[in-house]
């Protein structure tokens, strides 16, 4: 038997998960007040013409690239890669063969918000699952942070610089969180920011993708129905030309 879940959260003017300035907008036009639109291409029709006067659902939508789950691309993190070498590939120049792919969830979520993951943390846990990672894997990561509650953009564990390019070394081109961010929270970053004045650790995750290029989720949900390993992982973005981000339908699809 198949089994499909559903990795993406809603985009919804009801639930809270990006910051203030960018939440997204959806305007709902209903039956009942859009047979004008209609009668536009029909000249002379009146709203008792269409069967119980209903005109059609439509919604407006005003996003950001970056709202709901999606998926950045390089050019989000930078204006070039492979250490200056190249420019930075947009949303709508990603390779589609690397959307459907073996996935692999780690969990980190028993860490406190605001950790940021190493590579020895990340080498260990491939351990604990006993998984061997393979060239273009998808990495998924239980963060800890949970969609629908409060304060969920200061939520979960992030990947710094250090585990990224461990990622990358070892050829995985996509990753994943379900998270705000791949990086740890920016209210946490900024307390050790405060401290230190390293400008190294701000965004150092997906800064990370201007040595070697990769393509990172935000904002999935569900990751713990998944096991840790043993299922395909679907999420092809939209395409949407010179972005830096499309949304996608992330859906894990399982065999059993």
């Not at 300035?21 to 029909?42: C, D, L």
């Not at 420019?87 to 406190?112: C, Q, T, Y």
């Not at 791949?182 to 701000?202: G, L, M, N, V, Y």
Request: charged share 25%; hydrophobic share 40%.
């Amino acid at each position: 038997m198949t089994r499909f879940i559903d990795l993406s959260i809603p985009i919804t003017n009801d639930v809270i998960s990006d910051p203030e300035v960018m939440r997204p907008k959806i305007t709902y036009m209903t039956h009942e007040s859009t047979w004008e639109q209609i009668a536009m291409f029909f000249p002379g029709l009146e709203k008792d013409d269409l069967p119980d006067g209903e005109g059609w659902a439509v919604e407006m939508l005003e996003l950001s690239t970056h709202n709901g789950t999606h998926m950045d691309a390089p050019w989000h993190y930078h204006s070039t890669t492979d250490d200056g070498a190249s420019p930075a590939p947009s949303i709508d120049e990603a390779p589609l063969d690397r959307f459907f792919r073996p996935g692999v969830k780690l969990d980190f979520s028993h860490l406190p918000h605001g950790h940021v993951v190493s590579a020895a943390e990340l080498e260990e846990a491939f351990k604990n699952v006993g998984y061997d990672l393979q060239p273009l894997d998808i990495v998924l990561i239980q963060s800890g942070a949970e969609y629908g509650t409060k304060n969920f953009t200061d939520q979960g564990v992030g990947l710094g610089a250090e585990a990224t390019l461990w990622l990358t070394e070892r050829g995985v081109e996509v990753v994943g969180t379900d998270a705000w961010s791949w990086d740890a929270p920016f209210s946490h970053t900024a307390k050790r920011w405060a401290e230190t004045k390293d400008p190294s650790i701000i965004w150092e995750g997906h800064k990370a993708g201007r040595i070697r290029p990769y393509y990172q989720i935000e904002k999935l949900t569900n990751l713990s129905a998944l096991p840790n390993h043993g299922f395909m992982f679907s999420c092809f973005p939209v395409k949407i030309e010179r972005a830096s981000a499309g949304w996608i339908r992330a859906v894990a699809i399982i065999e059993d």
